[in-house]
Each structure stands twice: as structure tokens, then as C-alpha cells.
């Protein structure tokens, strides 16, 4: 970090910021409602842009942490300018993300100690990947007013108005959307919704496939793996290779999503092992814009290798030596 300019005070970029959290905190007093909004926007575009502070970090408590009061900075400054698109964007990201790294992993951790409020966060979680599904709906009604309701009822014919410039809104909307689904379980009435969610992924990938580095290709690995077809495993291996090679093997993302959605349900230990291997090789320092997202899913990797022997029911431990293996119900030890 540089020194404070001469004379005391801060630095230019962190003097910058502070004039950006004022207008922030002052937003609401201002008079006139073309001042509010113009002090919202030099925010808002300021919030947008920082993203990538997060994106690269390379301390995921300090975000965690610090996202809280970002998030709600921003819902209370989209009080005053609702239809602004870079806060409506930020906003959704955020939630979703925190929703995953900080309320989602945390709860699958404590799982085994403690199920019932592991339990509570996972739901915390659900209604968090809602608020950023919401926020994202928002993001596309401003181009394509009530289509929220017609993805519900109509979800490929509302897909198609998406353009280009609505990719990063059909994305987050989708993928939040789909996680929540994926953490429904006392709520079956969200699997109504999964047409939806297909619906804006694959209009994305449609527009874009290479949309950062893969990123929808990502998602859609662990739609297909969980949609009932004799070949949705292969669709979803096909995604993974696209989500590879289009992040040129610097998100550790897909190789956790395989061992995961993939390896488990197929029960192939091999693979299982050789993903979460090449998932902790991945440097994450070498693309700095994945840094965070590469931190979280090495540490997803790690806490899936603890639990392999769960994992995979048909793996018991070797016999000692100088142990006699277990006999069977019947007493019969033949082969």
C-alpha cells in the first residue's frame, strides 16, 4: 500500500474511497432527488468496479468478513435509484457468493459435529441465493419488463429476448437460482422452477460460452449430472471439458464440481481422487481474477478428501496385519 501523500492524510486511491462511502452514508439526506441519484451512481459504478478487490483477494475471512456491509450498503442505496443495473449486478453477485463461500461451505464443515445447525445455515443459505436470484430478475426486468414472470410460465420463449448485454444477470439469476433449488429440500415447490434456471444458463452459454473463462459451462456440469437420462453424465463431462479448457486449466472449479456431482454419484473413487489432486494443483495465484473463487474450492477439495470413506461405501479400510477379516451374516467364509 503507498504512504499517505505528504502532509498527513490519506493516499489518492484510499482519499477516493472515503469520498465514496460519504456520498454513500449521506445519499439518503441529500435534497433533490437527481442529487441522490447522482451520488447513488458515483457509488454504484465505484462498487461495480471494486469487484475485482474481492475477486483477488487472497484472504477469504477478510471477505467474508467484509461483505456483509458491502451488500448492505448497497441494498440500502438501491432504496433510492431501484433500477440501477450496476448495483442490481453487484448486489446479486455478492449475495450469491457469499451465500456459497461463507454461509453454504461453512455448514457442510460443521456437518458432521453439528447437523442441526449446519442444518439452519444451509437454509440461510437457500434464502440468500433467493435475495440474489431476486436482485438478478430485477437486473433483466429493466430491459425486459415482466420477464420474471414469464420465465416461470414460458421459460424458453423468455430466455430468448436475453441479449448480450444481460449475460452476467441470466447468469447469476440462474445459478442462483439452481443452488437454492439445490438446497431446497423442505421446499419442493422450487423444482417448478428448474426449466427457468435451465432456461437462462443455456441462453447464456448460447451468447457467450467463453463468458468468464467458462463460467457457465461450470454450472451447468453439476444441472446435468443432477437431471434424470441415460446420457446427462456425459453431457455433464462435456461441460466440464469446455469449463476446462476455457479457463485454460486456472479454475479449480470444475474439477471440484466433477468430483462432487460426477465421481460420487458414479462412484469412481479413481477419478474422485485424480479431481480434487488436480483441483488443489491449480495456482492460485497465476490468474489473479480467480484467486478467492480458486481459494474456496481448494478448500471444498480438501474437505471432500476428509470424508471420502463416506463418500464411497464400498471402500473399507484394509485388515491389519495379523487380523482376521470380518466373517459374513451366514458365517461362510468361502469366496
Given at each position: 500500500m ?19 462511502i ?8 441529500l ?5 441522490r441519484?447522482l451520488a ?6 465505484a462498487?461495480?468496479?471494486g ?6 483477494d ?8 467484509a461483505?456483509p456491509?458491502a451488500?448492505k450498503?448497497a ?5 433510492g435509484?431501484p ?6 449486478l453487484?448486489t446479486?453477485?455478492?449475495f ?7 454461509v453454504q461451505m461453512?455448514?457442510?464443515a460443521?456437518?458432521?459435529a453439528?447437523?442441526e445447525?449446519?442444518d ?5 443459505a ?7 436470484r ?5 437486473g ?15 421459460p ?5 429476448e436475453?441479449g ?21 429440500k423442505?421446499?419442493?415447490?422450487l ?12 441462453r ?21 449430472a443432477?437431471?434424470?437420462?441415460s446420457?446427462s ?8 471439458d469446455?469449463a ?6 486456472h ?17 469412481d473413487?479413481?477419478a ?6 488436480k ?17 474456496l474450492a481448494q478448500?471444498?477439495?480438501r ?7 463416506d ?6 479400510p484394509?485388515?491389519?496385519?495379523g487380523?482376521?477379516p ?9 469366496p
Amino acid at each position: 500500500m503507498r504512504e499517505a501523500a505528504r502532509g498527513g492524510g490519506l493516499a489518492p486511491g484510499w482519499a477516493r474511497w472515503a469520498a465514496l462511502i460519504a456520498l454513500a452514508l449521506l445519499a439518503p439526506a441529500l435534497d433533490g432527488c437527481s442529487a441522490r441519484k447522482l451520488a447513488i451512481r458515483a457509488v454504484a459504478n465505484a462498487m461495480a468496479s471494486g469487484g475485482d478487490a474481492y475477486a483477488s483477494d487472497d484472504d477469504p475471512e477478510l471477505v467474508g468478513a467484509a461483505l456483509p456491509f458491502a451488500l448492505k450498503t448497497a441494498e440500502g442505496l438501491l432504496a433510492g435509484d431501484p433500477g440501477n443495473r450496476n448495483l442490481l449486478l453487484t448486489t446479486a453477485k455478492g449475495f450469491a457468493q457469499y451465500a456459497y463461500g461463507f454461509v453454504q461451505m461453512p455448514a457442510e464443515a460443521i456437518a458432521d459435529a453439528d447437523y442441526e445447525r449446519a442444518d439452519r445455515e444451509r437454509d440461510r443459505a437457500r434464502r440468500l441465493y433467493m435475495r440474489a436470484r431476486g436482485y438478478a430478475v430485477r437486473g433483466l426486468e429493466t430491459t425486459h419488463p415482466g420477464i420474471g414472470e414469464r420465465l416461470q410460465r414460458e421459460p424458453a420463449a423468455a430466455a430468448a429476448e436475453i441479449g448480450r448485454d444481460d449475460i452476467a444477470f441470466a447468469y447469476w439469476a440462474g445459478a442462483a437460482w439452481g443452488a437454492a433449488i439445490g438446497l431446497g429440500k423442505d421446499h419442493p415447490e422450487l423444482l417448478a422452477d428448474l426449466p427457468a434456471v435451465r432456461a437462462l444458463l443455456e441462453r447464456a452459454l448460447a451468447l457467450d460460452e467463453g463468458w468468464q473463462g467458462g463460467a457457465v459451462h461450470a454450472v451447468l456440469i453439476t444441472l446435468e449430472a443432477a437431471t434424470p437420462g441415460s446420457d446427462s453424465m456425459e453431457k455433464a463431462k462435456r461441460h466440464f471439458d469446455r469449463a476446462v479448457a476455457l479457463s485454460q486449466g486456472h479454475d479449480a472449479g470444475p474439477y471440484v464440481t466433477y468430483a462432487e456431482a460426477i465421481a460420487v454419484p458414479q462412484q469412481d473413487r479413481a477419478a474422485f481422487d485424480a479431481m480434487l489432486e488436480k483441483a488443489l494443483a491449480v495456482d492460485a495465484d497465476a490468474r489473479p481474477a480467480f484467486r478467492l473463487a480458486n481459494l474456496l474450492a481448494q478448500r471444498k477439495a480438501r474437505l471432500l478428501q476428509s470424508r471420502v470413506d463416506d463418500l464411497f461405501l464400498g471402500d473399507e479400510p484394509a485388515a491389519e496385519e495379523g487380523e482376521e477379516p470380518p466373517a459374513d451374516d451366514a458365517g461362510d467364509s468361502s469366496p
